[in-house]
């Protein structure tokens, strides 16, 4: 990635490998991309990392990642993020979830509503930029929905 020094790794998981590039530090940011993929180097990703630990991870069966057999549902790359986050020490981290993205972001946002994440939303039909999951008011857990 262009503009900034990114570490390219392999992350684990049962039956596959999935990519994941990181640059930057402060606090934690994770670039969930859109259905049709990720170009591995955008400017975005670098203005982001100026300031923050930005982690890019692609999505399994796209780009540099495999897919498992076993994986089937959104819900399933949600929890397997959440596996990553884990592993990394990651406890709390802003999702920007871009398109399909964003539905792995509130994905991962709903498993987890004692932990607090920030939510970025874009182009998904989710109205709010960002929002703090609560367990003492679960509805400010679930995204407002937009008319079209």
Known sequence: MAGGSWAESKYE????????????????????HHETGTPDRLPFYDALAERYDVLVP??????RSERPDWMRSVRDIAIVYRGMLSELGIKNAALVG???????????????????????????????????????NPATNLPPRISP
């Open 58 to 63: 692609h999505h399994p069966g796209y780009s």
């Open 13 to 32: 998981i049962p039956g596959a490998k999935l990519h994941l590039a990181r640059a930057g530090s402060g606090k934690p940011v994770v670039v969930l």
């Open 98 to 136: 871009l398109g399909f993205g964003g539905w792995i972001a509130a994905e991962m946002a709903i498993m987890a509503p004692l932990i607090s994440l920030r939510r970025i939303w874009r182009n998904t039909g989710i109205a709010s930029e960002s929002a703090n999951c609560s367990p003492e």
